[in-house]
């Protein structure tokens, strides 16, 4: 009987000894390494003293550890006129530094000029966000220090709105017409919209979104 207890224990004991080295090697992954931190640093001051001028300044990293990006680590940079905040981060393919500086400015810019309509139209506490392409300064070629305005190039961005309500039989009309006035106004021509019903806590109100290509 003893010997079984025995055993039990031990079986027991190497079982709590895995989950507390389990349990070790998930909190030190989930800190980022302070040498990586100032590589990326480094890096990404040399990318924005070629690049970019004395306006733009380094704040911060970011260390991804749960895969939402192409990338583990980033610096996070700050436009000091515009407070337009973006990322400098290695191409996963190239390894070469790339930033999402346009991308972000134009993402403002746009969640800007659409938020009166947007709180009009869907009330005060509805929100608009903006997703374009990250890379979308280099693949049309846009010079960081003279980005112009995105209503000179034709993006194709992802709007998103979030409404603190359920659903209601007139939602799909005012979807649309807030689509025509995007297209009307010259905002945007094409794109997609999603809205969820998402309330100011965080809670999701409708299981389904509405989508539509335009």
Request: hydrophobic residues 40%.
């Given at each position: ?54 306006d733009f300044e380094i704040y911060d990293t970011l260390y991804d550890n749960m895969g939402n990006f192409e990338f583990e680590y980033a610096t996070k940079v700050r ?136």
């Amino acid at each position: 009987m003893r010997k079984i207890v025995k055993i039990i224990l031990g079986i027991l004991s190497v079982i709590f000894l895995g989950v507390v080295v389990l349990v070790i090697l998930f909190n030190l992954s989930m800190k980022p390494d302070p040498d990586r931190e100032e590589k990326i640093r480094q890096e990404a001051g040399r990318y924005l003293e070629a690049n970019f001028n004395d306006d733009f300044e380094i704040y911060d990293t970011l260390y991804d550890n749960m895969g939402n990006f192409e990338f583990e680590y980033a610096t996070k940079v700050r436009d000091i006129r515009s407070n337009t905040e973006f990322l400098v981060y290695p191409d996963a393919e190239t390894e070469e530094l790339v930033d999402t500086y346009v991308s972000d400015k134009w993402s403002d810019e746009l969640e800007e000029e659409m938020s009166p309509y947007v709180r009009q139209a869907f009330g005060e506490s509805a929100v608009v966000y903006v997703y374009i392409d990250d890379e979308i300064g280099a693949i049309l070629n846009v010079d960081p220090l003279n980005p112009g305005s995105f209503k000179n190039y034709n993006i194709e961005p992802i709007v998103r709105l979030d409404i603190p309500r359920k659903r209601t039989a007139g939602d799909e009309e005012l979807f649309s017409d807030f689509i025509s006035y995007l297209t009307d106004e010259d905002i945007v021509q094409h794109g997609q919209l999603i809205v969820s019903y998402v309330a100011e806590t965080g809670e999701i109100l409708e299981d389904k979104e509405w989508s539509r290509e335009f």
